[in-house]
């Protein structure tokens, strides 16, 4: 009987194990998390933003940077971790930087909206306005809420903060 209840308890044990070491923390999972923990992020700033706590929201941008530095490091063809690279970028003003992640997730998908709609702004924001037009353009066709934004942030240039 001794040995029956040694062999349940040592099964039980290495069953325990394996369910404990069954997680990876390179898999998909974690990139996943450090994504959605910078969109959170993200979130919270532009809510900051609204309401004129520009400071506040500049360090969740940052930190949001960080946590997509890490999820594009285990996942380097996603695009729309390079558009949130893109975006917390040039919310902290660093405009060629954000062209550069944004202008990389459209090589990977040119009619994503959210990274045309976005470069589009960046394009108005940098006075090429023409540039901005063909972000336009490219999201013409989407049915989606993107066009109706950037349609927008390009006929009151000037008027809107970004």
């Known amino acids: ?10 099964f039980i044990l290495i069953n325990n194990f394996a369910l404990a070491a069954g997680g990876d923390s390179s898999s998909s999972t974690s990139k996943v998390s450090m994504y959605d923990e910078a969109v959170k992020l993200i979130k ?7 309401k004129d706590n520009k400071d506040k929201a500049a360090k969740l941008y940052k930190e949001a940077f960080v946590k ?17 690279m893109g ?18 997730g459209l090589s990977l998908n040119p009619g994503h909206n959210g990274i045309n709609e976005y470069l589009g702004e960046l394009y108005v924001q940098t006075n090429r306005i023409e540039k901005a037009k063909e972000r336009l353009e490219v999201l ?7 066009y109706g934004e950037l349609e927008l942030i390009i006929k009151t240039r000037g008027t809107k903060v970004y």
Do not use: Q, V, W
């Open 44 to 50: 919270r700033a532009g809510k900051l933003e609204k």
């Open 68 to 84: 997509l530095e890490k999820a594009n490091k285990k996942d380097k063809d996603n695009p729309d971790i390079l558009n949130y």
């Open 1 to 10: 009987m001794k040995k029956i209840l040694i062999l349940i308890s040592t």
């Open 140 to 146: 013409k066709t989407c049915n989606c809420k993107e």
């Open 87 to 104: 975006f917390t970028s040039r919310k902290s003003g660093n405009f060629d930087e954000a062209e550069k992640f944004y202008l990389k």
